[in-house]
C-alpha cells in the first residue's frame, strides 16, 4: 500500500478520501487555494500545499502545479476526486510521466469514455442498448436538425463532452430548435471548450437507475448494485438512494451483468459508473459512464458495507478486488440528500455568502453527513456550492426516510440561502415517500414541493416581531448612549419598556402585522441576522422573516415588475429582443451566465424592453437592473 497521496480536490470529497486514507494508515497531502486557505480539508491533511489564486483554472484545474505538489512531498499517488482533474487523460499522462499513480482508471478508458458520442460508438459495438439519437462526427447545423427531425420532438440536445447538466437542452418542437442548438453550444463551449453536439430522444418521465462497477487489473469485475438518482434539477442529482425503488432481482442482475459488460468493452480498471435511463416497460438504455467516484458514492457504501475509497487504493496499489460478486450483499436502505447554497425559488441559483451558523445534525449509524465546510466558512463564487452530503440508512425504506426527514429538520444553516426546505418538502411529498420517482419528477410535484411551507403564524409572529424589536431596541440603546440630543426618539427604547408599535413583518412569503410583546421570550431559539431580515431556527421548525418598510411596499417583486436585475455576479451572454418589440409574458429577453450556467431573464408580463442597460459580453454585479421594460396596457 502507498506511505502518501495527495489529494487533488477540496470540500467535503478532500475530506472523505483524507478519512480512509488515514484509517488505511497512508498519509495525505492536501493542496489548496488562496480561498481555501483556512478550509477544512487543508486542517485534516498531514500536510498541504498552496496551489494558487483562487479561481480553478489558477489552481485546482493547474496540471502542473499538482504534479510539483505531489513530486515536492513525496506523494506516490493522486486520488483526484471528483470534478476538477478526475476526467482529464493528459492528467492522467501527466502522472504517468512523472512516476505517479493516478487513483483512478488507465488513460484509455478515460480517453474513450470522455466523449459521450464516442463512448455510445463503443458500447452499441458492445452490444450495451443506446438511447436511440444522432452521435455522428458530421456537426452540420443540417445535419443536426435533420436528425432532430427525424426523431420526431421531444428531443435532448446534449454537449458531448458535457457533464454537470451543462451543455444540455431538451427541445420540444422544431420552432426551438435553433434558440435551444445556439444556448446547448454556447454553454458547452464555455464550461468544456467544445460544442460537438449529439441528438436523444428525450425519453418521457424515465427513471435515472445507475450502476456502480469496480475493476482490478487482474481482470476481476464486480458491481455494487444500483442507486436511483431521479430527482434532479436543471438534470443534476439532487436526492439519490439505494437500492432503487421497486427493483426486482431479475432486472438489477441484467442490468449490473451489461454495466460489467460496458467496464470490459473499455478494459476498465478502478470505481465507474455506468448510466442508464430505466423506462417503465423496465427496459434500460445506456446514457453513459462517469470514469470516477460519483457524489453520491456513499449511499453504495451504506448498503453494502463497503468502503469504495479504501477500494480505490487497493485497486491503484494492484491488489484485487477486496470482495467477489457472491460476497456482496444488500442491507437496508439509504439515501442522500445534497446540501447546496442555492434558492429553489429562483430556478436553483447558487447563493455564496458566510456560514453563520452551521449546525448539522448528530452523526450516528443511521447519520452520516459528509461535508468540507465548518460554521464560519464561506460558500465563495468559485466552486460548487454543496455545503454537505446528508446521508441516512435503515433497515427498509421507510425507515430511512423518517431518519431524512428528521435529520433535515434538525439541520440549521444561516446566514445565505440554503435548499434544505426544499428538499424536505421533495422528501414529504406523497409521491417520493412511495417511492414513485422519474427525472421529471420536481416539475411534476411542483406544486407539492414549492409550497410554502405551511408555518403556523400565529405561532411565527409575535417571535419574529420579538426578534426584529430586540434587534432594534439594541441598536437604539447604542445610539442613545451616542445621541446628545434629549428629544432623541432613541430615548424612547431602553433595557425595559419597549415601544408599542405595530411591525409590518414578512414571514416567508405572508405579511403580517404584529406588535412586540415582552412576554415573548427567544431564549431557545435561534436568531441568525442576515443581510435582509433574521433566519430563525425554532423548535417547530425554521423560518426567514424581515421587517417590511412602508415605502417598498409589500411584494417587492410585484412591484418591480418581475425580477430584472442579475441573479448574480456574472456575464451578460446575449440580448434576445429588440427594443421596442412587443413581448409576451414569459418570453425570454436577455441570456446572462454565472458559474458556468446560462440564466435567461424572462418578460414579467406583456410588454416591450425600452432599454438594456448592458451589452453582450459585459460584467455585471448581481443585484444591478439588467434593463427598463414597459408592460402593455391591459
Ligand atoms: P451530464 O453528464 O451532464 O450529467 P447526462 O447525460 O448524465 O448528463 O444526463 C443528465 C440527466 O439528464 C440524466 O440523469 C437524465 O435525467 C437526463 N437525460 C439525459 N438524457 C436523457 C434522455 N435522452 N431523455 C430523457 N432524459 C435524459
Request: hydrophobic share 40%.
Amino acid at each position: 500500500m502507498f506511505t502518501k497521496i495527495l489529494i487533488a480536490n477540496r470540500g467535503e470529497i478532500a475530506c472523505r478520501i483524507i478519512k480512509t486514507a488515514r484509517a488505511m494508515g497512508v498519509s495525505t497531502v492536501a493542496v489548496y487555494s488562496d480561498a481555501d486557505r483556512h478550509a477544512l480539508h487543508v486542517k485534516m491533511a498531514d500536510e498541504a500545499i498552496h496551489i494558487g489564486p483562487s479561481p480553478s483554472n489558477e489552481s485546482y484545474l493547474v496540471i502542473q502545479k499538482i504534479i510539483q505538489a505531489a513530486l515536492q512531498t513525496g506523494a506516490e499517488a493522486i486520488h483526484p476526486g471528483y470534478g476538477f482533474l478526475s476526467e482529464n487523460a493528459e492528467f492522467c499522462r501527466q502522472c504517468a510521466a512523472n512516476n505517479l499513480i493516478f487513483i483512478g482508471p488507465p488513460i484509455e478508458a478515460i480517453l474513450a469514455m470522455g466523449s459521450k458520442s464516442a463512448a455510445k460508438t463503443i458500447m452499441a459495438d458492445a452490444g450495451v442498448p443506446l438511447v436511440p439519437g444522432y452521435h455522428g462526427d458530421d456537426q452540420n447545423y443540417e445535419v443536426i436538425k435533420q436528425a432532430a427531425n427525424q426523431m420526431g420532438y421531444p428531443v435532448l440536445l446534449k454537449a458531448a463532452a458535457g457533464g454537470g447538466g451543462k451543455g444540455m437542452r431538451a427541445v420540444f418542437s422544431e420552432a426551438e430548435f435553433d434558440e435551444a442548438l445556439g444556448a446547448a453550444k454556447r454553454e458547452a463551449i464555455n464550461s468544456f471548450n467544445d460544442d460537438i453536439m449529439l441528438v436523444e430522444k428525450y425519453l418521457l418521465k424515465p427513471r435515472h437507475v445507475e450502476i456502480q462497477v469496480f475493476c482490478d487489473s487482474h481482470k476481476n469485475a464486480v458491481y455494487l448494485f444500483e442507486r436511483d438518482c431521479s430527482v434532479q434539477r436543471r438534470h443534476q442529482k439532487i436526492i439519490e438512494e439505494a437500492p432503487a425503488p421497486g427493483m426486482t432481482d431479475t432486472l438489477r442482475k441484467k442490468m449490473g451483468e451489461t454495466a460489467i459488460k460496458a467496464a470490459k468493452a473499455i478494459n476498465y480498471e478502478g470505481a465507474g459508473t455506468v448510466e442508464f435511463l430505466l423506462d417503465a416497460q423496465g427496459e434500460f438504455f445506456f446514457m453513459e459512464m462517469n470514469t470516477r467516484l460519483q457524489v453520491e458514492h456513499p449511499v453504495t457504501e451504506m448498503i453494502s458495507g463497503q468502503d469504495l475509497v479504501e477500494w480505490q487504493l487497493q485497486v491503484a496499489a494492484g491488489k484485487t478486488l477486496p470482495c467477489t460478486q457472491a460476497q456482496l450483499n444488500i442491507s437496508g436502505h439509504a439515501f442522500e440528500a445534497r446540501v447546496y447554497a442555492e434558492d429553489p425559488d429562483h430556478d436553483f441559483l447558487p447563493a455564496t455568502g458566510i456560514l453563520k451558523c452551521l449546525q448539522a445534525p448528530s452523526e450516528t449509524t443511521h447519520v452520516r453527513v459528509d461535508t468540507g465546510v465548518i460554521q464560519g466558512d464561506e460558500v465563495s463564487i468559485y466552486y460548487d456550492p454543496l455545503i454537505a452530503k446528508l446521508v441516512v440508512w435503515d433497515t427498509d425504506r421507510d425507515r430511512a426516510l423518517q431518519r431524512l426527514t428528521e435529520a433535515l429538520s434538525n439541520y440549521r444553516i444561516g446566514g445565505l440561502t440554503t435548499n434544505i426546505g426544499f428538499l424536505y418538502n421533495l422528501a414529504t411529498s406523497k409521491a417520493f415517500q412511495r417511492g414513485d420517482l422519474n427525472t421529471g419528477y420536481i416539475e411534476e410535484h411542483e406544486q407539492e414541493i414549492f409550497r410554502r411551507r405551511d408555518i403556523d403564524i400565529d405561532y411565527a409572529a409575535p417571535l419574529a416581531a420579538a426578534a426584529i424589536n430586540k434587534q432594534q431596541r439594541q441598536q437604539a440603546i447604542v445610539a442613545a448612549k451616542h445621541s446628545v440630543d434629549p428629544n432623541s426618539p432613541w430615548h424612547l427604547y431602553n433595557n425595559w419598556g419597549l415601544p408599542q408599535r405595530n411591525l409590518s413583518i414578512q414571514i416567508q412569503h405572508a405579511v403580517v402585522e404584529q406588535t412586540p410583546d415582552s412576554n415573548t421570550s427567544l431564549d431557545d431559539l435561534m436568531v441568525i441576522p442576515t443581510g435582509s431580515g433574521f433566519d430563525l431556527f425554532t423548535p417547530r421548525g425554521f423560518f426567514h422573516c424581515a421587517e417590511v418598510k412602508a415605502d417598498l411596499g409589500t411584494d417587492y417583486r410585484e412591484a418591480d415588475g418581475g425580477n430584472l436585475s442579475a441573479p448574480m455576479n456574472g456575464t451578460l451572454v446575449a440580448l434576445l429582443v429588440d427594443l421596442g418589440t412587443e413581448v409576451k409574458k414569459g418570453d425570454s429577453l436577455l441570456v446572462m451566465e454565472a458559474m458556468k450556467m446560462e440564466h435567461t431573464i424572462m418578460a414579467p408580463s406583456d410588454g416591450s424592453v425600452t432599454e438594456f442597460y448592458f451589452k453582450a459580453g459585459d460584467l455585471v454585479d448581481g443585484g444591478s437592473q439588467l434593463l427598463a421594460f414597459m408592460r402593455s396596457n391591459p
